[in-house]
Every structure is written in C-alpha cells, then in structure tokens.
C-alpha cells in the first residue's frame, strides 16, 4: 500500500510538472517555448514552486486533522481584503485553514465586465493544475479561470485573472510573496492528492445581512444575492457546492428530481432544466437564508446607513500593509473619496479627473471604455449625506 501510494504520487509529481508550463500575467512576454522541441520538453520547476510548507503551517494542519494532500477551497473577500483557505478534514467537510490579508486588488466592488476594466472578478471559479503558473513575473501565479461559463453567457471576458504575489494588481488578487509561496504550496499538495482541481469563491464582501443592508443601493446588489445562496450552502454544510449555470444564473447542487426522465442537461444561456436540491443541504440553507432575511428587513426598517456609491475606484488593501506599502494605497484614498462629507472628485475638473483616473492616452485606459466627460461634469457618483461608516 506505501509503495503504490509513494508510486502514484511520484506520477502525480511528474503530471504535475508537465501540466505547470508558464501562464502569462499581466504582461509575462510568455517567451518560454520558441520552438517546437523546446515545447515537448517538461519545463524545469524553480525551487519557490516545490517548497515545502512551513513547519509551523504541517503542524497547523496536523492540529486541525486536515491530511496535507486533502482538497482546498479557497474565499476572497474585496471590502475586507482577506482571503481564505479552506481544508478538507479527516471528517469530510471544509474547515479554515488560514487567513491570509489580500496585499492590493483592484477595481472596485462588483463584478468584471470586460477585458481591461481593471475589475477583480466576483463568482465561482474552477482552478487546475494547467492555471498553476511557477514562473510568474509576480512571483508565482494561480489563474483563477475567468471568465467562466456564467461570465460568457453574460457576455462578460477578460483574460489572466490571478492570484499572485509582488503586491501589485492590475484585476488580479495580489499577495506577497511570502503569502502566495504558502497558498502554492497548500494548492500543489491538493493536488498532488489526487483531486483534478479546487474552488475558487470571489465575494464584494462577507455576505452578512449588515453589509448587504449598507450597500443595498449599490447596481450589484441583485447579483450579489445570487452569489449569497451558493455562499450560504456552503456555511451552512462545509461542504463545496456543486455549481451549475442555467439561463444566465447560478445554480447550486442541482440534482435531477426523483424519477424524472425529463434530460438533466445546463445550458448557461439555455432555460434551467427541473431540479431538486438535497435536503441534507437544502435544509441548513434554507434555515440560515430566513435568518439572515429577517435580520437584513429590520436593518432596513432601522434605516442603517448606507454605503456611498462611486465608480471608477482602484481597488484596496489590507489595513496591515498600509505602512509597508503607503506608495500603494487605493486611488479612492489618495484622493479623498473614501471621506464622504468631502467629495473631492466633484470640485476636480474634468482634465485633472481624467489625470487622477489614467483616462489620458498615457494612462492606460482603452479609448472605447472612456465616458464622455463634459468640462464641470462630474461622474455617476451618488454621495450621501452623511459620511460612509469605517470598518
């Protein structure tokens, strides 16, 4: 039995490496493999890409009784800028692992559009071993495989979405270095474990009543109510939801109804076929779903304050890095959106937003992207009258 697992995990090992050839990020030349022959040959893996956890993380998950080659699930949050890894346990179900504090992401909330908007994609990815990238410019990389196919059936692309390390992004989730070598590593030893790929969940924020309630003026708040039904199967269970799409919207652990004989087949932009959900996960659902409905109604009827809503911000980061990297800090903050009572993108003419934003020819914005800025016009930014609540 030892000889065969060391066996099967030495081909692993061997698959593994052959599946890792370089993935281009934002802006890798991808000059890897020029020539036909060079392309049959397994790339050399640099040593950050085989680096053993950490001592301190083996005995982290020796404490949690998570086996070092159990499946991985992976939640990133943008408003709090946390990501989290999940491991499966001895028992079958996703417990934390980590959280790791997200150096800089970019865009703003919400999902992304289209190629070169700058946005972090929000929704439910798949990631192989083939979207492993050790040779990164930003260290080491993982595509987290947008768009999907809700992403095209909405019409929405974009290539080369990541979550890699060098702290900078430009619609990716970017760690340190130090950060992304752990995340690597946990992801390698999945699956090295057997398993074809891990889930990836991209989230606005935790989908708490609260934070809903603050941002219910927000355009995304439909879309991200769907989101919130595959995040409450799995907080309820701790188990991976099964994602399916059906037309143009997510649909979470599907089963076909007991005797139909009606074709179970998805379409993304095609009409849902029938289906049932599983009552063992229904059920938990379904009870935390209500309570969070109740909650979020009486936030509403207490007129809690809401979130104000701007447009063509840059992102942010974790309130841990602000020191270590001030050359850094969001946009919003450098120049004072985040400070509401004093909206000062609307006393910028429309040359100096332009500057502010990188919407001149050497700012890097696609000219089709723009919108067309009358002089003393201001952007779709709804203020409130009071200022945005700190978190």
Known sequence: MIRARVLRALVLTAAFAAALMPVTCLGQDGKQSPTTETKKLPPKLPA?????????LLALLQEKKMPIHSPILVRVFKEEAELEVWKQD????????KIYPICRWSGDLGPKYWEGDGQTPEGFYR????????HSNYYLAINIGYPNSFDRANKRDGSLLMIHGDCRSVGCYAMTDEQISEIYSLVRDSFLGGRPSFQVQTYPFRLTPANLA??????????????????DHFEATHLEP??????????????????????FVFSPAGKCPAFVVDPKIARPALEKQRA????????????????PVYSELDGGMNEVFLARFPDRVMLSKKIGLDLAQ?????????????????????????????????????????VPAVAAPTR
């Open 242 to 263: 099964k994602v399916d799409v059906c037309n143009r919207h997510y649909v979470f652990d599907a089963q076909r109804p007991p005797n139909s004989s009606k074709p």
């Open 292 to 307: 969070d409905e109740l909650e979020y109604a009486q936030l509403l009827k207490d007129n809690v304050p809401a979130a």
């Open 214 to 231: 603050r941002h219910r003026n927000n355009r995304n708040l439909a879309f991200w109510k769907m989101l919130k039904i595959g995040n």
């Open 90 to 97: 001895t028992g079958g179900r996703f417990q934390i692992l």
């Open 342 to 382: 004093h909206p000062v993108e609307l006393l910028m003419a429309a040359h100096q937003r332009m500057l502010a934003f990188g919407w001149t020819e050497d700012g890097g914005r696609h000219a089709s992207h723009l919108p067309e800025l009358q002089a003393g016009e201001a952007p779709d930014i709804a």
């Open 127 to 134: 990631v192989t071993p083939e979207q492993m990238n050790p």
């Open 48 to 56: 950050k890409a085989m680096k053993k956890l950490p001592p301190e």
